[in-house]
């Protein structure tokens, strides 16, 4: 059974910095494309960022240029670092996977099999 666990979440100030992973268990980890995604009280979850098997990545138009998804996979983790945070960031951010043949890159909530249980990033104007 692949378990995700994630990590990092915090208060922080806009502006500030900080590094969510996400670390995989019960799994072959190279052979799943990787996300993030983020759900704000009173509103749906949506994705924030996807990488591919080969470590192709795409990123929401909100947080292009700010967050940063990337993969060790001899440590079978993923993480996002988030720079520049904003208030309007705040969420709580969950990891997701989805075994996959081919390398494509991941950006829908119904693309992804398996969950975390997420991390609350709080982010202070």
């Known amino acids: 059974q692949v378990q995700l666990v994630e990590s990092g979440g915090g208060l922080v100030q806009a502006g500030g910095s900080l590094r969510l992973s996400c670390a995989a268990s019960?799994?072959?980890?190279?052979?799943?494309?990787m996300g993030w995604f983020r759900q704000a009280p009173g509103k749906e979850r949506e994705f924030v960022a996807g990488i591919s098997r080969s470590g192709r990545t795409n990123y929401a138009d909100s947080v292009k240029g700010r967050f940063t998804i990337s993969r060790d996979n001899a440590k079978n983790t993923v993480y996002l670092q988030m720079n520049s945070l904003k208030p309007e960031d705040t969420a709580d951010y969950y990891c997701a996977a989805d075994f996959t043949y081919n390398t494509y890159v991941p950006t829908r909530v119904t693309d992804m099999a398996y969950w975390g249980t997420g991390t609350l990033v709080t982010v202070s104007s």
């Open positions: 019960g799994c072959t980890f190279s052979n799943y494309a």
